[in-house]
């Protein structure tokens, strides 16, 4: 849609919220290049949200939504936890419904934009806890992967409950004392990147969101690949701070102790074939794209 | 109504011919047909212009859904898909409807509790899906028999909820229902129920509308709240998240929506009234004795009825068609002379009974009964013994009844 969905009338423009006035000067719908460097510059498609101070899935949402290569035509589905506090202030249309059901949404969702605007492309990003997507959920989660649906899959994985006050889930790692475990979790973290792959998933990534960059480039090549391939999924470590008795100025550090390569979150990737494909075209074309943009810019000296 | 009157006379693939849906359903040749209730569903989806259709095997509906799947084979349905379990199937249902398309579906008895969370979340979120329902039983031990127990948890989550008798019903109600429920002052999904068994696998002659006319397409543009397609401005609808604690404005947002979504159910009333011509049918309401009664326990009542006008004993008859919205104020008229209001149904806990007793003055005239469940049918002989008793006229013992 670029900015012409939410042109406001010129007569009304002084009347709308000052946050909206500024969605329409400063957001980065409609910009190809739109990525993590945006922030701070350009108009964030969050507003302020209401998660713990310094809370790492306030970074992982600003890195996500700053890297959607195609906001203005893209529909998230979240689910019931710490995500569904910030999206109401997300602006790209959003649902949420049930806990757990996400990617059974995201099925019919994707569908439905599919029968409705053959001709476009309509991407939708599925963004939940581990809890949503590994215990209540994962039934939904893989049979939308067995099916082949064109969607990415992103799980906030703060290994517990957060928003329920710290109870055990499946990601947890084995060991560690919570509420519902209380002489400590029994059995191992659930290996659902593994399980991805397995499930028919062509692009998984297990990383913390220490590194802006890093999410960018992940975050676009999941919905790249989603939209012309098949599914992909995304497990990002966004520790929650307050269950694991840190402060809010410590959550980077978790992360980057936690990316270490004998640890949980080491970077780890699988591309299935048709999608290193798609990722080797489009590296192409991208450069081919600064290419030209590089010769414009030296006959533009010339003429100077 | 402009962007669906910009449709008509236009064809679609199918080179069906999308029609004023009035003229469709009460003006246009009806051709006489012998189908199954199951085939009869078929026949209306074909005709009922729908995007999306999901489906999930449970006994009695599986044949009516996999029937659906041949029309998307054929093309008459945008997508179709095997959802994984009720649960998931309602929630598949509620992201295509969130995302702007007309959607049916089918499900019964232990799918129905099963998939029960979604029903009131589609109301809220004031997704106009249409959900057949051909009941069964749902307690232990196993049935597959029809038994109505599942419409009593219906009635409670916001949705409209429909009572269908015969095949004709369901035909009618199917097309019907999605113009009533896409309204835009109504705009919530439908439960349109019968009785599982009786009304799927009996065949009947239904008179069909032209097969080659169709419903005008969904515009999900005519609706209270967005649709999710990034095709309008992602304004920001609250200020805060309406789960955060301690703050009034959410408790005043919550309170005022669920009110909003039961106002909508009662608005639906005269777009119901119009299309089927009330919510109820009355027969021979000045007698003494009234039946009142909803899907198939209604034909059961008129073969009792007639075994008593035998005997010379009048009893009248009220067919209650929608459930929700629930037809108390006409109920109350129809009874009013009556002395003794018997009440047949298809389950244990007669939810029926329950809704007529807080509907009318006077409720001891309400007689719950003659009850069946778990898949028993019910003679008319049981429904006429049960008005004799009430009457106080002696009637010969039935057998099974320990005479």
């Known amino acids: 849609m670029s900015k012409e969905r939410i042109k406001i009338a010129e007569e009304l423009f002084d009347i709308m919220p000052a946050e909206y006035q500024d969605l329409v000067k400063r957001a980065t719908y409609g910009n190809e290049q739109r990525g993590w460097k945006d922030i701070g510059n350009a108009k964030e498609l969050i507003e302020e949200h209401s998660l713990c101070a310094g809370c790492p899935e306030s970074m992982a949402f600003r890195y996500i939504l700053a890297s959607l290569p195609n906001p203005e035509d893209t529909v998230m589905v979240g689910s019931t936890g710490c995500t569904s506090l910030v999206f109401p202030h997300v602006a790209v249309h959003n649902i949420h419904s049930l806990f757990g059901n996400q990617n059974a949404v995201a099925s019919g969702l994707k569908r439905a934009l599919t029968v409705r605007f053959p001709d476009r492309h309509k991407d939708v990003v599925v963004l939940a806890g581990d809890g949503a997507t590994v215990d209540i959920g994962l039934d939904m989660t893989l049979q939308a992967w067995f099916r082949q649906e064109k969607f990415t899959t992103i799980c906030f994985d703060n290994e517990l409950y957060a928003n329920t006050g710290g109870q055990e889930s499946g990601l947890m790692q084995k060991g560690f004392v919570a509420k519902m475990a209380p002489v400590g979790k029994t059995f191992e973290k659930v290996r659902l990147p593994e399980i991805a792959r397995e499930s028919g998933c062509h692009y998984v990534v297990n990383c913390t969101v220490s590194k802006p960059n890093l999410i960018e480039k992940v975050i676009k090549n999941a919905v790249n690949i989603a939209r012309e391939i098949g599914p992909t999924y995304l497990q990002l470590y966004t520790p929650c701070i307050l269950e694991i008795g840190k402060n809010s100025m410590e959550g980077l550090q978790e992360m980057r102790d936690s990316e270490k390569p004998t640890e949980r979150f080491a970077y780890k990737e699988y591309v299935s074939e048709p999608a290193k494909e798609l990722l080797a075209e489009l590296a192409a074309k991208e450069k081919e794209r600064k290419a030209e943009a590089k010769r414009q810019l030296a006959s533009q000296t010339v003429t100077v | ?403």
């Not at chain 2, 009874?335 to 409720?363: C, D, Q, Y």
Request: charged share 20%.
């Open chain 2, 1 to 403: 109504m402009a962007a669906q009157a910009s449709f008509i006379g236009q064809k679609n693939k199918k080179e069906q011919v999308y029609t004023d849906p009035w003229h469709m359903m009460n003006e246009a040749a009806r051709t006489p047909s012998f189908f199954t209730g199951s085939e009869v569903i078929k026949e209306a989806v074909r005709r009922a212009s729908c995007d999306i259709m999901v489906a999930y095997p449970i006994t009695p509906q599986s044949e009516a859904a996999a029937l659906c799947g041949e029309l998307f084979a054929e093309g008459y349905i945008g997508d179709y898909f095997r959802g994984e379990s009720e649960f998931a199937v309602m929630s598949q249902c509620a992201g295509a409807a969130f995302g702007g398309a007309r959607v049916f579906t089918t499900t019964a008895g232990p799918g129905t509790m099963r998939a029960m969370e979604n029903f009131p979340m589609w109301a809220g979120a004031r997704l106009p899906i249409q959900m057949i329902v051909t009941c069964r039983g749902i307690n232990s031990p196993l049935s597959i028999q029809p038994d109505t127990l599942e419409i009593s948890y219906l009635m409670q989550t916001g949705m409209l909820v429909w009572h269908a008798e015969t095949a004709q019903d369901f035909y009618d109600w199917i097309l019907k229902g999605y113009m009533v429920s896409e309204e835009p002052d109504v705009h919530l999904p439908l439960a349109l129920c019968c009785d599982g068994f009786f009304v799927t696998h009996t065949k009947d002659m239904v008179d069909l509308t032209p097969v080659d006319m169709c419903l005008p397409p969904y515009d999900p543009y005519r609706s209270p709240v967005p649709c999710m397609d990034m095709e309008c401005p992602p304004v920001r609808m609250m200020r805060d998240p309406f789960v955060m604690k301690s703050n009034y404005i959410s408790y005043a947002t919550h309170a005022s929506w669920q009110q909003e979504v039961w106002a909508a159910v009662e608005r639906s009333r005269k777009h119901t009234i119009r299309w089927m011509d009330g919510l109820i049918d009355t027969e021979n309401i000045d007698a003494d004795v009234l039946v009142v009664a909803s899907g198939t326990a209604v034909s059961q009542s008129r073969e009792a009825i007639a075994i008593l006008e035998e005997e010379g004993i009048k009893v009248g008859l009220v067919k209650v068609k929608t459930l929700r919205p629930w037809p108390g104020e006409e109920i109350r008229e129809a009874t009013k002379h009556a002395n003794h209001i018997i009440v047949p149904e298809f389950n244990v806990a007669g939810w029926l009974a329950r809704e007529v007793s807080a509907t009318i003055p006077n409720n001891n005239r309400v007689h719950a009964g003659p009850h069946v469940c778990g898949g028993m049918t019910m003679p008319p002989e049981i429904i006429a013994a049960e008005i004799k008793t009430v009457l106080g006229v002696k009637a010969p013992s039935l057998a099974g009844r320990g005479g």
